[in-house]
C-alpha cells in the first residue's frame, strides 16, 4: 500500500544551525515527491520535487532534498535555519497505481530558536 | 490576486444541513483536487478531477460529492454534514505536464468548517 512517513512530530534547532526534516515512503511504480510548507492559517505552499534525475534537489528558500531510492526516504535540509522557518512541513508522494494517488504525510512542526 | 480562492472561509453548520464549499482558479490549470486536513492526519484527498469531464473519489469520499463546472471551478458538497465532518478543507490545482507525470500543486487558502 502506498504510504507517507513522517517519523518526527516536532523538529527543533536553533538559528544559523542545520536542519532535517526526515520523510521515507512506500509505493509502487516510479514516485514523485514533494515537500509543501504551511504557514499558520495559509494554505500550503510547494518547495520542491524529485521526479527523476539529480538525487539532490534545489527548491525555495534555501531548502534542499535528497532521493535515497535504497533507503526509500527523501529528507528535506537546509545548511543555515532561520527563525522565519518555523511551520508545518510535509512531505507528499504522488504515483499511478491503477489510478492517481497521492498521499501527505503527517506533517512535522519545525520550531527554529533565535 | 490570489491564483486559488476559496469561499467561504469559514462556515458553523449544523448536523443534517447541506453545505456547498466553492473554488476558483485562475491558474489556467487542468487538474483540481479537494482535501481535508485534521491535526495528526496530514491532507487526505477527497475527489479529483483531471478535467471538465473527469472526476474521481479519493481517499475518503464518502459523504462528499463535487462539480467541476468549468475548467476554473470545483465546488465540494456535504450533502448532510456530520460532526466528524469538522476540519479544514483545501482546494488545490495543478498543471497537466507530461503523460503520466504529476506536477506540484498550488492551494487555495482553505475554509475552515465546524458541523455541531
Known amino acids: 500500500a502506498q504510504s507517507v512517513a513522517q517519523p518526527e512530530d516536532q523538529v527543533n534547532v536553533a538559528e544559523g544551525n542545520p536542519l532535517t526534516v526526515k520523510c521515507t515512503y512506500s509505493?509502487?511504480?516510479?514516485?514523485?515527491l514533494f515537500w509543501y510548507v504551511q504557514y499558520p492559517n495559509r494554505g500550503l505552499q510547494f518547495l520542491l520535487k524529485y521526479i527523476t534525475g539529480d538525487n539532490l534537489v534545489k527548491g525555495s528558500y534555501g531548502f534542499e532534498a535528497e532521493f535515497n531510492k535504497s533507503q526509500t526516504s527523501f529528507h528535506l535540509k537546509k545548511p543555515s535555519a532561520l527563525v522565519s522557518d518555523s511551520a508545518l512541513y510535509f512531505c507528499?508522494?504522488?504515483?499511478?497505481?491503477?489510478?492517481?494517488?497521492?498521499?501527505f504525510g503527517a506533517g512535522t512542526r519545525l520550531f527554529v530558536k533565535a | 490576486d490570489a491564483d486559488v480562492t476559496q469561499t467561504p472561509r469559514n462556515r458553523i453548520t449544523k448536523t443534517g444541513k447541506r453545505i456547498m464549499l466553492e473554488c476558483s482558479q485562475t491558474?489556467?490549470?487542468?487538474?483540481m483536487y479537494w482535501y481535508r486536513q485534521d491535526p495528526g492526519l496530514g491532507l487526505r484527498l477527497i475527489y479529483y478531477s483531471f478535467d471538465v469531464k473527469d472526476i474521481n473519489k479519493g481517499e475518503i469520499s464518502d459523504g462528499y460529492s463535487v462539480s467541476r463546472q468549468a475548467q476554473a471551478k470545483f465546488s465540494l458538497s456535504l450533502e448532510s454534514a456530520i460532526p466528524n465532518q469538522t476540519a479544514l478543507y483545501f482546494c488545490?490545482?495543478?498543471?497537466?505536464?507530461?503523460?503520466?507525470?504529476?506536477?506540484?500543486?498550488?492551494f487555495g487558502p482553505g475554509t475552515r468548517l465546524t458541523v455541531l
Open positions: 491558474k489556467g490549470h487542468d487538474r
Open positions: 507528499a508522494v504522488s504515483a499511478n497505481t491503477g489510478g492517481f494517488k497521492t498521499i
Open positions: 488545490a490545482t495543478s498543471d497537466t505536464g507530461l503523460a503520466g507525470t504529476y506536477n506540484e500543486q498550488f
Open positions: 509505493v509502487s511504480g516510479n514516485p514523485y
